[in-house]
């Protein structure tokens, strides 16, 4: 309460600028109304602290007590860089996949209407709900060789199982949601009259497509695209079934740093965990600019 | 306008037929291929070998550990994150204050962190070696390796979903009722129960749905922390990966068949709060 209310006077200077003003002014009359503050404040601040910052601090505390150089032999040995390569790689190619067929798949929620489509809507959130595990163990007994989809594959000579391309297909398992539900209330929202106007003005379909439709979506798209690129750099329990774990080949950068621990090399397991805490970050501001993006757009 | 016209406005706006039916059958092609199979597969490999022997798979007393530990985790971790996600979004929707953006982005942190580092995290602060590592051996406390710690690698990842959800819910409905009835002499408490809960009880069913939905399913962040200590400190899902490691299937993926039964029922639930959500809000608007 107090913090607002010596912040407020000063902001006096565009007209935009006051009409915030005159809104926070009026929110603050409210804040005197309603108890609380303090305590929710309070309590928000010292929960957070405790069980995610501080543990946060305590790792990026280690590895700078590792020193620059302890860092870098420890955070960039070969194998963690091909660690780091490979989820990277894996992660991105998965997330373009998903930006193209969640893209279709959002596009076909909203505008054609199919028996069934209330239950293939509900599917979509599966990913969400289902633990990582379960999925991993499931994928991976898909995909084998002996598996529903792996046989008929390993005929034509594809074997995803255990190869790096089964970390794909993992990932695009995962972050698929992200996509779709990214895209769905954009594409809701997309105006009717302006795609009318686009084809009475003389566009074809695809002249409406490519140059009304798909730019006021790809914020959106992006967005989703980049959400579903980070989770698959952090992801781990739907990946290590079906990876095949193979160090400097199929081995990502999470099962590495838990290999680390069980070697009791603290070292290592702190440094890796910092570079990819670091990427999840990056990921954050990212998509939080992503978003801003998006909302400037479609509002 | 005449038919003509309208025929030829209308398939402007939209797709030929040929493409429409293309779109659908490449979407569904797809979602069967990456979602729905795995989904089949998981109550397949678990009856393979009959409904005889994947009933037996129960008959394990590791597995019904794993199933009540599972149980134990969440019942701890998912209330302290709902009172938090109450609590915070109570803080953040109701007042305007400096670094509210800030706390915000906080509060999502744990969304953009790998859950092996976050089982990490706690590795190093309550490990042997870790900050509070020399203490915890002197209390002979133990929690890495333990059930606290599965509780807190627990926490961690779920933290941000109840608050996440209510904050632009609260954020929408204003202050309005809640100053009408403060300014009518009821306690903040009161107005709490008797105002804000009943406006926020979906959105808040929904948060907690989430969120018990990760905290029983999650496995890298608790796998970091567990040991896998039989009978003692695995998970349901941690329990699925060892008996998928020691090649015994059937018992590997009829635990896997209850998380996914949890998996569905939370989707259900959630669909029909969606619906409810959806009817309440034209109702109110």
Wanted: proline share 5%; charged share 15%.
């Amino acid at each position: 309460m107090t913090i607002a209310s010596t912040a407020v006077p000063g902001v006096r200077r565009s007209k935009a600028a006051t009409l915030g003003t005159r809104r926070r002014i009026g929110s603050l009359r409210k804040e005197t109304v309603l108890p609380g503050f303090g305590l929710t404040l309070g309590l928000t601040l010292l929960y957070l602290s405790l069980v995610v910052l501080v543990p946060l601090a305590a790792l990026v505390m280690r590895s700078a007590g590792l020193g620059w150089d302890g860092f870098v032999d420890a955070a960039f040995t070969p194998r963690a860089l091909a660690a780091y390569r490979l989820s990277f790689a894996t992660a991105f190619i998965a997330a373009a996949i998903n930006a193209v067929v969640g893209l279709i798949i959002a596009w076909v929620l909203v505008r054609y209407s199919f028996p069934g489509k209330r239950l293939v809507d509900a599917v979509v959130d599966l990913p969400f709900a289902l633990p990582t595990a379960v999925a991993g163990i499931a994928l991976a007994a898909l995909y084998a060789q002996n598996g529903w989809i792996g046989a008929p594959l390993a005929e034509l000579g594809i074997h995803l199982a255990f190869t790096p391309a089964g970390i794909v297909v993992a990932l695009m398992f995962e972050g698929l949601p992200f996509v779709v539900r990214t895209v769905e209330p954009v594409l809701q929202d997309l105006d009717k009259d302006v795609e009318e106007a686009a084809a009475s003005l003389g566009a074809g379909r695809v002249q409406t497509l490519t140059r009304v439709i798909l730019p006021s979506i790809m914020p959106a798209v992006l967005t989703g695209f980049a959400l579903a690129f980070a989770r698959g750099l952090g992801e781990y329990g739907s990946v290590i079934f079906i990876a095949g774990n193979l160090p400097m080949v199929s081995e990502i950068a999470p099962l590495l740093i838990i290999i680390k621990l069980e070697q009791f090399d603290y070292a290592g397991a702190t440094a890796i965990a910092t570079v990819v805490l670091v990427a999840g970050f990056c990921m954050l501001f990212v998509i939080n600019w992503l978003q801003r993006w998006n909302k400037r757009r479609s509002g | 306008m005449t038919g003509a016209a309208n025929q030829k406005t209308r398939l402007a706006v939209t797709e030929p037929i040929w493409l429409r039916v293309l779109l659908t059958v490449l979407a569904l092609t797809f979602l069967s291929l990456i979602v729905l199979l795995p989904l089949a597969g998981v109550f397949v490999e678990a009856t393979r070998q009959g409904i005889g022997a994947y009933f037996a798979s129960f008959d394990d007393p590791d597995v019904l550990s794993a199933i009540r530990l599972t149980l134990i985790v969440a019942a701890i971790a998912v209330p302290l994150n709902t009172v938090f996600g109450i609590v915070a979004s109570w803080c953040i929707a109701k007042f305007e204050f400096v670094g509210k953006s800030l706390l915000v982005t906080l509060i999502d942190l744990p969304f953009s962190v790998s859950p092996v580092v976050a089982g990490l995290v706690y590795v190093l602060v309550f490990g042997v070696h870790g900050w509070l590592g020399p203490w915890l051996v002197a209390n002979d406390i133990q929690v890495i390796f333990a059930v606290p710690g599965l509780v807190l690698a627990t926490i961690f990842v779920t933290f941000p979903f109840v608050a996440r959800e209510l904050i632009p819910l609260m954020e929408e409905q204003g202050q309005e009722e809640e100053e009408a009835a403060i300014s009518l002499g009821a306690s903040g408490w009161r107005t709490f129960w008797r105002v804000t809960l009943p406006n926020i009880k979906w959105g808040l069913l929904y948060g907690v749905l989430l969120c018990n939905a990760r905290a029983m399913g999650e496995f890298g962040a608790v796998s970091v922390v567990s040991g896998h200590i039989r009978g003692e400190t695995n998970t349901m899902p941690l329990y699925v990966e060892i008996l998928y490691n020691e090649y015994n299937f059937v018992a590997a993926f009829a635990v896997a068949s209850l998380l996914a039964m949890l998996a569905l029922v939370t989707l259900v639930l959630k669909k029909i709060i969606e619906w409810r959500f959806a009817g309440a809000s034209s109702v109110v608007g």
